[in-house]
């Protein structure tokens, strides 16, 4: 996990799986499925920003409230 410029946490795919609580191919697995936030390639490795993977959270976490 890193910060950028402005103070935004910038996670690395094992910042992710550790923020999820889920394994790293749990977090490829996801990407292959279009169900995580696309994130950005910074070199070679995908890194997502917490904010939006927070906000992706909450969305989720709403839907899952109206099924019910």
């Given at each position: 996990m890193s910060v950028d410029s402005l103070g935004e946490q910038v996670l690395s795919t094992?910042?992710?799986?550790?923020k999820l609580?889920?394994?790293?191919?749990?977090i490829y697995r996801l990407m292959s499925l279009g169900q995580?936030?696309?994130?950005?390639n910074?070199?070679?490795?995908?890194?997502?920003?917490s904010s939006e993977i927070d906000a992706?959270?909450?969305?989720?976490s709403a839907k899952a409230q109206?099924?019910?």
């Open positions: 094992k910042g992710l799986a550790a609580g889920c394994s790293r191919p749990m995580l936030p696309r994130g950005f910074l070199g070679r490795n995908r890194r997502w920003l992706w959270l909450r969305e989720r109206k099924a019910r």
